[in-house]
């Protein structure tokens, strides 16, 4: 690429992050805890049908919550089973979310109860701005309903309410075609609008209880909580606030370049967390925080996203390896069903990782290589350990919460011009 100069990387080395740690150690009967919380009353004599919507992110442990509340609902008296909350995920078909359940172990065979998750949905209510609210006539069909989720802060928008239980209920369970809907309304009225949804669906769906689920900096399930109907919203907006506290970060400002190993749908709903990168671009809104990043260089795509590289947009290079690997109908229903069609659009590409840092590096505007501040993550979900460049040793040294675990080296390349495999986040 760079004909008239050698490309010589900035020396990098390993630091490993301390973030706030889980103190769950048995997952199982932390979960039953939480479930025998719930009041006797909540039981059925004449075996009731409970739908327990279960979504597409790769939620810690998500097969074990998922089997100990089936088996917690089958020993009130109720007849569980499961349906797909994942909006338009799985290319919007029905054996493409059974498929995306099956990559976190959550099959029939596993659960011992039957997935239900055909597309069909019932326009139950309208919001006042005229939003029709959609939902899965599968759990509708059901006498109650359960959701199961993780609250976290959203990649595309800021509110009170973002990530969780509210959203599965009124963006997820209406599957692609109340996802659409939701996502153009709002484009004008803002996805503030999943709030007073909420609160509708809440005084239609016989909501048994939510599970809700917070992770700690590690990625590791730190929070497991049954909510009541009449608690969830209020309860929901104060857990998202702990589950904002207790994220990983990139601790650093002003980078140059972020190289992020692994990118996908099992990672973040846009691939790479934009809490992480802070960027991200929408109709609703463009965002630009901490670390600032000049240019973002992603190497590949991760094998559970399933070929779905929506969100690869948001990168200013990529490989060819990962553009072949991605399945253009799977990134477009997505793209387009949440209105974000600039998010699914092919950065430019090449064959090697040198080949991409050399135009990363050429395109930041620094006169001197040895001065560019290099960031470098397995995924958006793996924080523990950065590979920076030494630009940021002084950072690295004063920050408590930051330590080295590696000399300073140079970067090497293998034949085909690529970088070797991360650092293991174990």
């Not at 503030?192 to 209880?209: P, Q, R, S, T």
């Not at 929408?282 to 992603?298: C, H, L, Q, Y």
């Not at 793996?382 to 300073?408: A, T």
Request: glycine share 8%; proline share 4%.
């Amino acid at each position: 690429m760079n004909k008239h100069f050698p490309f010589i990387f900035p020396e990098m080395a390993i630091v490993r992050q301390k973030f706030f740690k889980s103190g769950i150690s048995h997952i199982p009967e932390d979960i039953r805890t939480s479930f025998d919380r719930i009041p006797d009353q909540f039981q059925s004599n004449n075996g009731k049908t409970v739908a327990v919507a279960v979504g597409s992110r790769n939620i810690d442990n998500l097969h074990i919550v998922v089997d100990q509340c089936l088996r917690f609902l089958e020993q009130k008296g109720f007849k569980p089973f499961i349906v797909p909350a994942m909006g338009s995920h799985g290319g919007a078909t029905a054996i493409g979310q059974k498929a995306v359940l099956e990559k976190y172990r959550i099959t029939e065979e596993t659960m011992k109860v039957p997935i239900v998750a055909d597309m069909e949905t019932q326009c139950i209510a309208t919001h006042p701005s005229g939003l029709n609210i959609y939902v899965s006539k599968a759990a509708l069909s059901a006498d109650h309903l359960v959701i199961i989720n993780r609250i976290k802060p959203h990649t595309k928008f800021k509110a009170d309410i973002e990530s969780g239980l509210c959203k599965m209920m009124t963006i997820g369970l209406g599957k692609d075609q109340g996802a659409s809907e939701f996502h153009r309304y709002a484009v004008d009225h803002t996805f503030g609008i999943i709030e007073e949804a909420a609160e509708i669906l809440l005084k239609k769906l016989n909501v048994l209880f939510g599970v809700g689920l917070l992770e700690d900096g590690y990625g590791k399930l730190a929070h497991i909580e049954a909510i009541f109907p009449d608690q969830l919203i209020d309860r929901e907006k104060i857990l998202l606030e702990n589950a904002f506290n207790m994220m990983g970060s990139i601790p650093f400002d002003f980078l140059d370049i972020l190289i992020v190993d692994h990118f996908g749908k099992d990672i973040s709903g846009i691939g790479m967390d934009s809490n992480i990168t802070g960027r991200h671009r929408d109709i609703v809104g463009d965002i630009k925080i901490a670390p600032n990043v000049k240019r973002i260089f992603v190497r590949d795509l991760s094998p559970g996203s399933d070929g779905n590289a929506n969100g690869i947009g948001l990168a200013d290079f990529t490989t060819s390896r990962l553009v072949e690997r991605l399945d253009i109908e799977k990134t477009y229903v997505n793209a387009i069903t949440a209105i974000s069609p600039e998010k699914a659009a092919i950065p430019i590409y090449f064959d090697s990782d040198r080949k991409c840092l050399d135009a990363c590096a050429r395109t930041t505007g620094v006169a001197n290589y040895n001065d560019l501040r290099v960031v470098r993550i397995k995924d958006t979900a793996s924080l523990k350990h950065l590979q920076v460049s030494r630009s940021l040793e002084s950072e690295v040294l004063e920050n408590p919460d930051m330590s080295l675990v590696s000399p300073w080296h140079k970067v090497t390349f293998n034949e085909s011009g690529n970088l070797p495999e991360f650092f293991s986040d174990e």
